[in-house]
């Protein structure tokens, strides 16, 4: 004991969904944070991983399970550790100065002292000279070296950092990344463990000494990867690159234990269906079939070639392979034989196949057209829907799954929706029937 700067045991959360009823968010996690480590937290967003990270800095109870900071058990926030936001969460009139200080202020500590370690801070990240500016003055990058100057001017043991990066542009957030890095490499700053959730799977290979890959719907652990490299790591470097391949693999390959159950898993109603579109879907099926890829393609040349974030292509690939149109293999991404189809079909042919498959591997979408069948007019409003969706996903989530399954839905013919009233219908019949 006493090794591990954090130590979780069996922690499990769950929140109240919109009727009520509890929903399971993080279940018995083991998580261990050891001395001098940085672990990157990587998952499909709403897998827990905001949830786990605001546990651990004590601002909200876990439901049972047991935690501990240094061996102490953690209750509420804890000295040591400091968290930094993907929103920055800066008080927009106070000065950058005041800003710095408020952690140091909420210790009680006196105020030349602070003065001179919030100086301190902002000369070490770069913002020496901006104390008397306000946030609004600031760019998106300097904003947030005033969220890492507060959170270090506490000398914290353990830096928590959500998504730290991903408000900014891609330049500036691999500057940021590149100063924290160094600040921590070359000991200077006092903190002795960093636990980062990223959805950047090269930041999170550039970062951390050990990635958790997070499982969904509950959160739990579904996997680790040590990297034992020096840093600063070359992104071009082939153990980089096999390294990103690998998490990439592991990202988007479903576990042993998914996969036997795997259809149950999707054929659910309450299944949250991937944050995409119908034109991105079929972007990226069009580039997997054209050369160079010509139906396979490496899934970080994906990301290149299409330009798209990993935020962006992920759920992508998941609405391809939900509708049966490609797959994911040993870090690559494939096309099926419909997909290959599809690829090679005119507009009408397209509509139909989605349409079908929509029907065959997206339970909410056969759900809904089932109901509508089953009505004398073929008309229902959206509401019983949502309300089906709210037992299994927040209120606001369970209204963006069903416009997702809207928005396909009309692509594939399988129902209509009416945006002024808010009311599904059944598409008009084919003319042969
Ligand atoms: P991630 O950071 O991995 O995207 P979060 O931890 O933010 O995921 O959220 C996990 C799940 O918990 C989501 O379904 C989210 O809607 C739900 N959730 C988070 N906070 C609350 C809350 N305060 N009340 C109800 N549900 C919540
Ligand atoms: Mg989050």
């Given at each position: 004991m006493g090794?591990?700067?954090i130590e979780l045991h069996q922690v499990a959360k769950s929140f109240k969904a919109a009727d009520g009823k509890a929903r399971t968010v993080l279940e018995k996690l083991d998580f261990k944070l050891a001395q001098s480590e940085i672990v990157a937290l990587l998952g499909k967003s709403g897998s827990g991983k905001s949830t786990l990270l605001r546990i651990i800095a004590g601002l909200i109870p876990a439901d049972s399970g047991k935690l501990a900071y240094r061996d102490k058990p953690i209750y509420g926030p804890v000295a040591g550790i400091a968290m930094v936001f993907q929103?920055?969460?800066?008080?927009p009139w106070l000065t950058v100065q005041q800003n710095v200080e408020l952690g140091l202020e909420a210790q009680g500590v006196a105020t030349q002292e602070r003065k001179a370690r919030a100086d301190a801070l902002l000369e070490l990240i770069g913002l020496a000279g901006f104390g008397g500016a306000l946030p609004r003055e600031l760019s998106g990058g300097m904003k947030q070296r005033v969220g890492i100057a507060r959170a270090l001017v506490t000398n914290p043991d353990v830096l928590l950092m959500d998504e730290a990066f991903s408000a900014l542009d891609v330049l500036t957030g691999e500057t940021l990344r590149n100063d924290?890095?160094?600040?921590?490499?070359g000991d200077r700053i006092p903190t002795k463990g960093i636990l980062i959730v990223s959805h950047n799977i090269e930041e999170a290979v550039m970062m951390a000494d050990r990635i958790i890959i997070?499982?969904?719907?509950?959160?739990?652990?579904?996997?680790?990867v040590k990297i034992d490299l020096?840093?600063?790591?070359?992104?071009?470097?082939?153990?980089?690159?096999?390294?990103?391949?690998?998490?990439?693999g592991l990202m988007t390959m479903r576990t042993p234990q998914e996969a036997s159950t795997g259809v149950a898993l999707s054929r659910h109603v309450g299944y949250r269906l991937p944050e995409t579109d119908v034109s991105r879907i079929e972007a990226v099926l069009?580039?997997?079939?054209?050369?160079?890829?010509?139906?396979?393609?490496?899934?970080?040349?994906?990301?290149?070639?299409?330009?798209?974030?990993?935020?962006e292509l992920f759920p992508t690939y998941e609405a391809l392979s939900l509708l049966g149109l490609a797959m994911i293999e040993k870090g690559d991404i494939l096309l099926t034989a419909l997909g290959r189809q599809y690829a090679g079909a005119d507009q009408a042919v397209r509509q139909e196949l989605f349409g079908q498959q929509l029907l065959a591997h997206v339970p909410l979408?056969?759900?809904?057209r089932r109901k509508?069948?089953?009505?004398?007019?073929?008309?229902?409003?959206?509401?019983?829907?949502?309300?089906?969706?709210?037992?299994?996903?927040?209120?606001?989530?369970a209204k963006r799954v069903l416009e997702i399954a809207v928005e396909w839905g009309r692509y594939g013919e399988v129902y209509k929706y009416d945006y002024h009233t808010g009311r599904m219908t059944l598409p008009e019949p084919a003319r042969e029937d």
């Open positions: 090794q591990y700067l929103s920055f969460a800066l008080f924290m890095l160094e600040l921590w490499d997070m499982a969904s719907d509950p959160g739990c652990i579904r996997c680790e020096p840093r600063p790591r070359d992104v071009d470097s082939p153990v980089v690159r096999a390294l990103i391949d690998e998490v990439y069009d580039l997997l079939a054209d050369a160079p890829f010509n139906g396979r393609a490496d899934l970080p040349q994906m990301a290149e070639e299409s330009e798209l974030t990993d935020e979408a056969a759900h809904i509508l069948e089953q009505d004398s007019n073929g008309s229902l409003p959206e509401q019983p829907f949502i309300e089906l969706l709210e037992e299994f996903l927040k209120a606001d989530e």
